[in-house]
């Protein structure tokens, strides 16, 4: 009976015959054939090609796949291919800006153009330094400038002298101190000889004169000094006068001295209007600060700041390089908008236009921009970073300081730049359902979704592809190339990473990774080529690498720790599988399920759910399997049973369904009374009316009991039962594949619960009569009769139990005399 649903060795692995390649090694394909590219990913392909067609706004990419998928180096090698196409955006400058100087203006040139502004605007600093003093050096400035004092001079001496006879009419002295002019009254006098003289009074004869005539003295000092203040201030008027001639003196010499060094530089840039406005405004500074520029030449000590007359290259672009292609791997927020850094000198924080330094939305400006998107949410602001960006099209440099520290903190404020770039954000499946869900312009920003696969439909024409691809990268990564048996090794490693016969994995970097350990062995092993013994060596080493947990267990097996029959008959026992998923290395392994019937009114019960150590989808699977025994058992008759579920030896959380097909044909047995082969395990989940369903993880699930039985010895009655619909996804490994072409090891596909059951017991299932009865000899005949039995002794019992509280007066439990005096009952 075992035979019906036995599989030949033929359905547990798709193999690829070597001779179907028609060549020796991966080295005889043309070296000129041109590269394969992506393989299995059309769809993400022709959503990329179609996003960068269309330039509107808000046609941004976002890129999801699994890493190893290709995505992110397909999505650079296509955004560079593109980019090489287009021409290099403009260079931007920043520039100090003369009349905010605490907003630096941003200035646009032509690409490769920005570098040699700079350069220009250093050498002609240099210029205008020497220019300027050797135009303020000539005789020519020298004559005008002391010709222009003699005058001042010989005009205010004029007005000094008018003043002066002025007042010694009026008998007053004028003199000169420190605090300004003074008025001292003069007296007449003779001198010993007897002449008449006239000095200054002094104070003791002063004070000696009558009233009348120190008030006359005052009267007149005070007509002085107004007509003093009134020389004065012409003098400061020739005075300013002198200083205006003087500067617009200067003005003209240094404006005819560094006329020609502007005009070559005016000539270069002559249709840019901004930075023409902006030589002009420098021009003006230079004029208004041409004494800094000959001090810096005369003294050498002086320190003189001419950074305002520098350029700040902000952004360059090659022009032979077409747009730019910029990879964030840090967003960061001011890796991503740009920053103001700041120099400490004494203590204080110094900064200028020249420390503004461009973030990768600056250096993708014209291009392409790509980030990833799981870092950019992880990084604080720089998701609502780069949503402003493509929602304004403007770049601005902020700190954040600004916005959220407590004190605000002045500094520069640079002109924000217009932009025009796309960018392509690469994240997995969820991030992407995230954003849809919790970001309502998400959808607004992100208009195209390419959707990179992990697998492809495995044809003649996908295998080739396969192979080719294999062949490119062999070449790229400088690699031993492969024989034809290697190459179909990797082709079948490939549906086994697919966990399906008829599909490929196109993860592209677990392919690299075998392709590089691959070549490791042949490389140890001095071979020419790699070969099918390389390929499986560095399937197993990995395996190896990962499986120190897997091998204590099978140890605790082996020494009697973990128990698992392999070998005989049990009633209500039998061999579960579960999957073990480590994340980087997975692995199957048995669990020994029992379960025992009496009677009762609780149903079915699972011993793991009531101590809350099942998951959701386990406990719909337990529900199922006792929607199916009311389905199957009581459409005639109620279902009167307690029965206990429980996976021996299990102290971790349960989750999945794969299990309640196992569960139902243990509780079949325990209630038939019939013992399971527990030399097969069973794996698949069951719907209500009996059909068997797939699950996950079949492959490791099979060659995790095959190992137990390994260690506890083969008999070639060992195998295992897995659902019908999962024997496309067999792809198992060499040595089991091998134990059932002897005869050690066996496999067997079943669609129903009566299938699995007459296979574990030897019984046949039985089918359903006209009356809802069942063979009695049969497994759901033995069931009834059980669930029948069950039934009427409940029944039997509640009559005993109710005549017995009619003999007590109507009061349940121990008769009276059994009864304890003085205790109550609660």
Partial sequence: MTDKWKLVPEKLRKLKDPKSWKIEGTDEWSSGRKGVGLIGQDRAVES?????????????????????????????????????????????????????????????????????????????????????????????????????????????????????????????SLKRTPQGFVNIPLIETEDEEGKPVVREIQQEEFEALEEKEQKRYQTQSEEVSQRTLLGLRRIRDMEKELKERIGELEAEICRAAIAPCL?????????????????????????????????????????????????????????????????????????????????????????????????????????????????????????????????????????????????????????????NLKVVMIGMPHIY??????????????????????????????????????????????????????LSEVIEWASRAAEDQNLLSVELGRLRELLMESHAWAAGAKGARVTREHVRKAIEHKRYRSSMYQEKLSRAFEDGVIRVDTDGAVVGQINGLSVIDLTDYRFGHPSRITANVFMGQEGVVNIEREVRMTGPIHNKGLMILSSYMGRKYAQDMPLTLSARITFEQNYGGIEGDSASSTELYCLLSALSGLPLNQGIAVTGSVDQFGN????????????????????????????????????????????????????????????????????????????????????PDSVHGRVKARLSKLLSDNVKLRKKLSGDDEENGGRRGRPEEERVPGRRRR
């Fill in 263 to 419: 005009s070559d530089i005016r000539e270069k840039y002559a249709d840019n209007e901004p930075l023409s406005r902006w030589f002009d405004r420098m021009a003006e500074d230079v004029i208004e600060n041409f004494g800094a520029f000959v001090t810096s030449v005369r003294d050498e000590s002086a320190e003189v700041d001419f950074t305002r007359y520098m350029g700040n290259l902000f952004v360059s672009n090659d022009p032979k390089d077409g747009a730019p292609v910029v990879w964030e791997t840090n967003p960061t927020y001011y890796n991503l908008a740009g920053k103001v850094e700041y120099e400490s000198r004494q203590g204080y924080l110094y900064t200028d236009f020249r420390r503004i330094v461009a973030g990768a939305f600056h250096r993708a400006n014209g291009g392409f921009l790509v980030l990833d998107a799981e870092k950019v949410l992880m990084n604080f602001m720089s998701w609502e970073a780069v949503k402003r960006l493509l929602r304004t099209q403007e770049a601005s440099i902020e700190n954040l300081g600004e916005q959220y520290g407590a004190i605000p903190v002045s500094s520069l404020r640079p002109s924000p730049i217009r932009m």
């Fill in 433 to 486: 359902e995230l954003l849809q869900y919790y970001d309502p312009e998400f959808q607004k920003l992100f208009k195209i979704k390419a959707s990179f696969d992990t697998d492809m439909p495995r044809t003649r024409g996908t295998e080739q592809r396969m192979g080719l691809c294999v062949a490119d990268i062999l070449k790229r990564e400088g690699l031993k190339p492969f024989d034809a048996e290697a």
């Fill in 48 to 172: 990329i090609s179609f996003g960068l067609m269309v330039p509107g706004r808000g046609y941004n990419i976002f890129v999801t796949g699994q890493p190893g998928s290709g995505r992110t180096s397909y999505a650079l090698e296509r955004l560079r291919e593109r980019a090489a196409e287009l021409p290099a955006p403009d260079d931007w400058l920043y520039l100090y800006n003369f009349d905010e100087p605490g907003e630096p203006l941003a200035m646009a040139v032509p690409a490769g153009r920005g570098k040699e502004l700079c350069s220009a605007l250093d050498s002609l600093l240099n210029d205008l330094k020497i220019t300027i003093s050797k135009a303020f050096e000539q005789s020519q400035y020298e004559d005008a400038k002391t010709q222009f004092v003699k005058e001042f001079q010989e005009r205010a001496g004029a007005i000094m002298d008018e003043l002066k006879s002025w007042a010694a009419e009026r008998r007053f």
């Fill in 692 to 775: 068997i369903q797939p699950i996950g993880g079949v492959n490791e699930k099979i060659e995790g009991f095959f190992n137990y039985c390994k260690t506890a010895g083969l008999t070639g009655s060992q195998g295992v039962v897995i659902p019908k619909t999962n024997v496309r996804h067999l792809m198992l490994d060499h040595e089991v594949l091998q134990a059932v072409r002897d005869g050690k090891f066996s496999v067997w596909a079943v669609g129903t619960i009566d299938e699995g059951i007459e296979l574990l017991t030897g019984v046949r299932a039985g089918r359903e009569r006209r009356d809802g009865s069942y063979a």
